[in-house]
């Protein structure tokens, strides 16, 4: 209830005034109907009954008493002052509308004063209703009419304002209510989500695992040779989240390049034909694709190839629908969880980022700069003072490094245009130069993307390896090696500093955090020394669908590997990052 104490509060000074316009109007009135004293008298009265209505407008016992007292004297001093001129009655507009103002509040479940409050309004009209016009025959004749007339507009006016003033209260907490709508029904799904998450068997809503379960069904189907769990990414592609086969599949992954893919995913109707359906596969191909239909949305393609072209006829079809019917929920459901985990996560991270740098980095930077005055004013005598300082600064020069390091980590995301590989050599470009380390890369990124997900996670892992070689190993040396071929990846940081034996206590935590890493994407996390001296870490994802090695690579840091970064050197200028080539810096 903390946003309807906030208009309350910010309608208050409206009702004091309200209640100081209406007091001086009818002080006026009374001056001029019945003398000054008893004007005065009356007014008096008036103002001490409407004294806890102004003072604590939000009493549960105080604030409705003011009100009927503040009804009961207009009452009683309009009745002492002959009837007519009835100078009091304007006033009543005050506590009606204050009244109705407060019964419009949302009603606490419990709260029995909260219940009690909406019948305040009716209350009050119907007491001076009954109050002015029992008082009716006591007036004279003449008068009578004029007196009976000349209440039932002052009730009107009065009934007027107390159904404005509620209105005006019920808008606001309806456009208050609105905003927060989204919101509230969030944190309902997240709450519904969080339940049904932990009920799931296994209690797991991985997309992978899922994937998986999928395509181990799939390949059960008589004749199918290879088979794949296609989801869709951005840009218009599509990305494998799991493959069954004895070699290594290159998926087409473009729909818009294979009718059968494209036809399933719009049409929503299984599609077979014998146009091949990876661009590894030669000879003839029977192939079919599957769609993963929830609630009217596809979620993804189960793709399906088999060496004998007759392989799937009607009955493999049927087959195949009833194998893979009700995945797609289990998997749209596991998608989503990870779309909102990874938006969480971002979000996060750049909470972080931002209090990082208005907060302690603004602090630091502070501190830094008295440090510096310190030392100017600084007698000359004071030799060992001034290399305490110089020492104290230094170190806050160190610390100031180390958080914009961790800003440019927090911010650091894989570009969905860029790609994995161009992510990496951005950071480790950045972190070399500022870290006085001679960084190599050798990239190769084909056009297929992995999952975002999992983009992510080989970037932190990455990011992880690299700091530990700059704050830890005291490496001059950074070889880093990115080879993305989905579903096939391989990410290695090589250094040639002290080795594992030199690692700091968190610098071992960060091993720990690459190892749940890893197994979150269900990667293979490799950490070893290199010879002579420093460290390898290398992250490995389906290293069963590696594509035919090509000539050896030279190992970091050897002697051929020298050979070629001097070749490439003197080589004319070039971007060999970008476009899936190879390179070093």
């Not at 009603?107 to 219940?115: F, L, N, T, Y």
């Not at 009217?296 to 060496?307: C, K, M, P, Y």
């Not at 480790?428 to 056009?447: F, K, N, P, Q």
């Not at 594992?500 to 091993?511: D, I, N, W």
Request: aromatic share 6%; glycine share 8%.
């Amino acid at each position: 209830m903390g946003e309807e104490a906030a208009l309350e509060r910010q309608w208050r000074l409206p009702a004091v005034a309200l209640r100081g316009a209406l007091f001086a109007l009818v002080a006026v009135f009374g001056w001029f109907s019945v003398g000054l004293a008893e004007a005065a008298t009356w007014c008096g009265i008036l103002a001490l009954a409407a004294l806890p209505g102004v003072v604590l407008p939000r009493h549960r016992l105080l604030a409705p008493a003011g009100r009927l007292a503040e009804v009961a004297v207009v009452v009683l001093g309009t009745l002492a002052t002959g009837g007519l001129p009835s100078w009091m009655l304007p006033y009543l507009i005050a506590p009606f509308a204050t009244a109705a103002f407060d019964a419009a509040a949302p009603v606490e479940d419990g709260d029995r004063w909260s219940r009690l409050r909406t019948w305040g309004p009716p209350a009050l009209v119907a007491l001076a209703a009954v109050g002015l016009l029992a008082q009716a025959p006591r007036v004279a004749d003449f008068n009578r009419g004029t007196y009976v007339t000349t209440a039932a507009i002052a009730l009107a006016f009065g009934l007027a304002s107390a159904v404005g003033a509620w209105w005006l209260r019920r808008s606001r907490t309806s456009d208050m209510h609105h905003s927060q709508l989204p919101y509230a029904e969030a944190a309902a799904l997240l709450t519904q989500l969080r339940v049904v998450a932990r009920q799931l068997p296994g209690s797991t809503l991985d997309p992978g695992g899922i994937a998986t379960e999928i395509v181990d069904t799939a390949a059960r189907i008589p004749g199918v040779e290879r088979a794949a769990v296609l989801s869709a990414a951005s840009g218009r592609r599509l990305v494998v989240l799991a493959e069954h086969a004895d070699e290594r599949v290159d998926w087409e992954t473009s729909p818009q390049l294979n009718s059968l893919l494209a036809d399933a995913w719009a049409g929503q109707k299984p599609q077979a034909g014998q146009v091949p359906l990876s661009r590894s596969t030669q000879g003839p191909v029977a192939s079919l694709v599957i769609p993963l239909v929830a609630e009217g949305r596809t979620v993804g393609l189960v793709a399906i190839e088999s060496d004998d072209p007759a392989a799937f006829g009607p009955e493999a079809i049927t087959a195949a629908e009833d194998r893979t019917k009700g995945a797609a929920l289990r998997l749209e459901t596991a998608l989503l969880f990870e779309d909102v985990r990874s938006m969480a996560t971002t979000e996060e991270r750049q909470r972080l980022a931002r209090e990082i740098h208005d907060g302690i980095a603004q602090e630091l930077a502070m501190l830094g700069y008295g440090i510096d005055n310190a030392m100017a004013i600084l007698p000359p005598e004071a030799g060992e003072a001034k290399g305490e300082l110089e020492d104290l600064r230094s170190e806050v020069t160190r610390l100031v490094t180390e958080l914009r390091f961790s800003l440019f980590e927090l911010r650091s995301n894989v570009d969905r245009q860029g790609g994995l590989a161009s992510a990496i050599a951005d950071y480790a470009r950045t972190v070399g130069a500022s870290a006085g380390l001679r960084v190599h890369l050798s990239l190769d990124e084909g056009g297929a993307r992995l999952p975002a997900s999992t983009e992510a996670e080989l970037l932190r892992i990455a990011q992880e390896a690299i700091t530990n070689a700059r704050k830890h190993a005291r490496a001059e040396n950074l070889w880093v090696t990115c080879e993305v071929d989905p579903p096939y990846t391989r990410i290695e940081v090589t250094d040639d500093g002290q080795g594992l034996s030199g690692e700091a206590s968190e610098g071992r935590y960060g091993l720990a955090i690459m190892s749940e890493r890893a197994e979150r994407i269900r990667g293979s996390l490799e950490i070893r020394p290199h010879q002579p001296h420093g460290t390898t870490v290398a992250v490995v994802l389906n290293a069963g669908a590696r594509p035919t090695p090509r000539a050896e690579a030279p190992r970091p840091g050897s002697a051929a590997w020298a050979a070629a970064d001097r070749a490439r050197t003197e080589q004319p200028a070039r971007r060999p990052d970008h476009g899936g080539g190879r390179g070093s810096q």
